[in-house]
């Protein structure tokens, strides 16, 4: 039962860490699927966090917090769009350079708006989005294999983690139903097809961008509105990359993603779980092993030794009317 | 297919253009400084004053810019080659390893100048390997070169940490370092060049990786402009095409420029371990690898400009400090925001304002503009 | 009464400094095919994507209809009834053929009724017209007709009454290129409007109510096909220019310097470009490969010059063999002695951000004339550009200056000088002066010879039939991928015309 125990907490854990992981990857697919890479992830969702963080607890609400977060961070989408879409730069470089102006901005504007080194003050829990207790939680409980699971796994969390795994099926449902999704996945394979059918190849890509943007934004908040009481510093610490590499092993579908996410918030969980313990049959397995695995197996699949990840045919490069 | 842009005069492309750019996102970092309520061109002028003002500041500076001189080396040779290596962070992080391995073995044995050279193969080798595998999948496999160089930043910075929880720090101790180097791995200080000029220095880093610095940029543009090698990077860079037609093998080709790559950033760790901290600790590389990127771009990619650059970044993190120091308003992440935006306006945004000084320079003289020769037709 | 779908009147449209179209005036009769035919680069293209409004004209009506249109997006003019299929198709290979017709006509915002709406619909195109295709197959997955296909049915789909299609055979197997035809007329029949550009004169016989021609931007005749003969449009679409004959004696041809043996090249769509071509060279001649652009002449150039993989067949260098169809060299080559003017100057020939003394070296940067040990030896290498400078007139005479900056004929001169100057045994040059000035046409063309009387062996492909026909000793003429026909330079322009277009070589002996 111990053992049961373990392991409910390990995959409670993993759905808290998996979560920024899959909105951060799902808004990079919206950007990537229209032919826009997006390196800057990392920063979108640094500034959604400090955003979110900082309205919460200068108007008490976490919802005006959310809000924000989603505001600032669809601001720094249409830069990366006013880069690399009207000026046709190198979005890899327009990537980089919002993530070190986040990365800036945040711990200086905190410092100056709040004085505690970078820190946004602690949330109190109204202005935090707390766990959504299902109905028959606490009853349910003590119920063997199916209690625990009900009530730990499902039951118990913000609704920010509903809203991300919602986002699944829901970034399927715009992808392949709709006209938008329709469009924006030619946009990001071929743009002078959507160009010669009479649809404007850079309003789709900033519509993407901003849909990047919102998504950022929420994973943002979760960050420091739901996971940790506050805003710290840096406190993103790689995951818009993880979210890349996730991205790149779902091979840029939603579903699949979902559990590319759910994998390397298993990692994460597992490593923080063991610290070292060894584990049966392999023996003792060094923390960082465990960290550097998803970016282990993503580089593996990139070379294409474990199926091929073929990205949209369009991405990286700006869409230039050819004569 | 003619160029995009009409050219202009030389001094416009590598000077003017560059400085509105630099102009630019100076202007916009001055209304983060309004925005926390403080005077911009007070913080400018505290900025300066802090970086050169005394011979302290200068040594930081200096300290400062050996690091970025490498990084932007670094970035500077594979984009010459066409590719990007946004791997320099980690690539700088793993030469620790390197490093570490023959401060530590060979330190109490010998003189500074023996571990010093045995050092800079032990960080070149093994940033050159870290840059060998992307380069290798780039190459041969077709792996995006700038995503895995970006995973092996991560990648670097776990077998950092077990090698700075294990192996490499001295047994009973708690902190992720290795033990402090002897005289033997501690490099001399060149304060004292400052000095010869009067300016007194309590204490500062500024030490012989900078000569060091300065040698590998002559060696770069010794290597892009002077050698067949370089040639031949510079012709893979422009035209995969030309370079195919020239008989160049691009496997070759990516593999060698993405290893020099990764030696140069190796070396930058030399400069905070063996120069200032005189141990390998936890993040020592704290993002120099990523202003290589601002650096070399700023720089133009050429090495006096990349020089020139990092020293423009020395001072940004030395008078950021005192900046902080002076404006509490102000935290020393003000340069990573202007970091961000030299590389979002000198970089993705170069082109912004191109076509207005093209415009100006066309209605002041029209002759000064060449107008492209195109009389062939592109199909 | 014949009507108009289409009026342009007085169309002109530059590029930079390019014209690409000059006062083009046009009418299309509704329920007609009306050909376009012209050389590569003689405006066609443009002049369609100006009235499906991929560009503006910059001056110049349209009139659909009878009615002044205004034309300035794609959506202007399928909603003119306007549909084009485009050389390089517009598709998502990756999509489905519904997804691609319904792409950008779409009913409303979500995909299932415009689906269902879809496929009702190419059911009645398919019986109406014999379209054929599995609307739920990957783009990807069918064979190059097949994609074609779902080209007219998008534009179909969306109501077009008028139809462009932009070279469309290019890609096609004659059979399908039949079935296309069928299709076309079928259309035809139905009261469509059918433009169909190209520069293969078989097709506008085969085909075509009308065809007009084009050549350098304007527009020179319009014939009814019935009233007009294979030999007079290719005289039009060739053009009779100022002959630049440049005085040249005898050929002296000596042994086989180069021998092409049953080459085979493929290009990166499996399509073949080049089949089963042999031929030789001897030292002392100049033999020169006519044909229309786009018949495998490029890609035969780069297969032999090592860019480009061979799929079988073997090129012999002073009698020895050069694998092409593994891992070929140019660098190789070059140390046997071949050197190459390749057609594309701007992208293979020369690096344009290089300084001019960079690019004099491209290829040579090996040579230990240019080296001292690992490094290059600057002086040698700008003394040896200022030599090429002077000797082939180079201008401005400056070896400092970015290679961009020259113009077209100068550019050419540097590629010539480099590669002449190597003192090769063998010289391929493709398109020897396209884009060159008049004055540096006639120094080029006197080198040509000048190498040949040297006693080098040189292979000229060149798509100008006077340059042909002024420089070759033999004239070999290439026609969708293979050798059709071999003339002295003594042949009519009339005659070779014909080979160029196809036509069987018993009816142009006729």
Known sequence: MDLFNAIIQVLDSTIRLSVPLLLACLAGLYSERAGIFDIGLEGKMLVGAFAGAAAASVFHSAFIGLGMAILISVAFALVHGFASITHRGNQIVSGVAINFIAAGSTIMLGQAWFQQGGRTPALASDERFGAIIWPGADELRSVPILGPIYSELISGHSVLVYVAFLAVPFTWWVLFRTRFGLRMRAVGENPAAVDTAGISVAWLRYRALICTGVLTGIAGAYLSMVQNGGFVKDMTAGKGYIALAALIFAKWKPVNAMFACLLFGFLDALSIRLQGTPLPLIGKVPVQLMQALPYILTVILLAGFIGKAIPPRAGGVPYVKER | MSMPYAKLPAWADYGLIPVINLAVAFVVAGFVVLLVGENPFRAAAVLVEGAFGRGQGIAFTLFYATTFIFSGLSVAVAAHCGLFNIGGEGQGYIAGLGIGIVCLAFDSVLPWWLTFPLAIIAAAAMGALWALIPAYLQAKRGSHIVITTIMFNFIAASVMVYALVGFLKPPGSMAPQTRTFLEGAQLPKLNWVIELFGAKIRSAPFNISFLLALAMAFLVWVLIWRTRLGYEMRTYGHSSKAARYAGISETRIIIIAMMISGALAGMMALNPTMGDQHNVALEFVSGAGFVGIAVALMGRLHPVGIVLAAILFGMLYQGGAELAFEMPAISRDMIVIIQGLVILFAGALEHMFRPYVQALFASLSPRSVGIEAIKGKGA | ?510
């Open chain 3, 1 to 510: 009464m014949a009507q108009a779908a289409i009026e342009l009147i007085g169309i002109n449209k530059s590029f930079g400094a390019v014209r690409a179209n000059r006062d083009i005036n046009l009418e299309i009769v509704r329920g007609t095919i009306h050909g376009i035919v012209g050389e590569n680069g003689a405006g066609k293209s443009t002049l369609m994507s100006i009235l499906y409004g991929f560009y503006q004209a910059d001056s110049g009506e349209i009139r659909v209809g009878g009615q002044p249109a205004s034309i300035k997006s794609p959506n202007d003019a399928i909603a003119l009834g306007i549909g084009m299929v485009h050389q390089h198709f517009m598709l998502v290979d990756n999509f489905t053929v519904l997804e691609n017709v319904i792409l950008g006509a779409e009913s409303d915002a979500l995909l299932k009724k415009s689906i269902a709406k879809a496929r009702s619909e190419l059911e009645r195109l398919e019986r109406e017209y014999g379209l054929e295709v599995d609307p739920d197959a990957i783009i990807e997955e069918l064979p190059v007709g097949l994609q074609q296909r779902v080209e007219i049915l998008k534009a179909l789909y969306r109501g077009a009454e008028i139809l462009i299609l932009d070279e469309p055979t290019g890609v096609l197997t004659p059979a399908e290129a039949d079935h296309l035809f069928r299709i076309l007329r079928q259309l035809k029949e139905q009261g469509k409007t059918i433009v169909l550009i190209t520069h293969k004169l078989r097709e506008i016989m085969a085909i075509t109510d009308t065809v007009s021609v084009m050549r350098q931007g304007t527009m020179v005749a319009t014939r009814e096909t019935t009233k007009t003969t294979v030999g007079e449009l290719a005289e039009l679409m060739v053009g009779r220019r100022v002959l630049l004959r440049v005085e040249k004696g005898e050929a002296e041809a000596g042994g086989v310097k180069l021998a092409v043996k049953n080459l085979t090249v493929k290009d990166s769509r499996g399509v073949t470009m080049v089949d089963d071509v042999s031929f030789d060279v001897r030292a002392g001649e100049i033999v020169g490969i006519a044909g229309v652009a786009g018949n495998g002449q490029s890609e035969m150039l780069e297969a032999i010059s090592g860019i480009r993989r061979a799929v079988s067949g073997s090129v012999m260098l002073d009698g020895k063999p050069i694998d092409l169809t593994g891992a070929a060299d140019p660098g190789e080559l070059r140390d046997r002695g071949l050197a190459h003017v390749p057609e594309d100057r701007h992208h293979v020939g020369l690096v344009l951000a290089f300084e001019e003394n960079e690019n004099s070296i491209l290829g040579y940067h090996d040579d230990p004339r240019y080296l001292k040990g690992p490094f290059l030896d600057i002086d040698a290498i700008r003394d040896d550009a200022r030599d090429k400078i002077t000797k082939y007139d180079i201008r401005p005479a400056d070896c400092r200056l970015k290679t961009a900056n020259f113009s077209g004929g100068n550019q050419q001169k540097i590629v010539l000088a480099r590669e002449m100057e190597q003192d090769p045994g063998v010289l391929i040059v493709g398109q020897p002066t396209r884009g060159v000035d008049v004055g540096a046409i006639e120094f080029i063309h006197k080198r040509l010879i000048a190498m040949r009387d040297q006693g080098k062996a040189v292979l000229v492909v060149s798509v100008e039939l006077d340059e042909i026909r002024s420089l070759s000793d033999r004239i070999l003429v290439m026609f969708a991928g293979r050798i059709v026909g071999e003339r002295g330079p003594e042949a009519t322009e009339g005659e070779l015309g014909l080979l160029m277009a196809g036509v069987e070589h018993r009816e142009a002996a006729e």
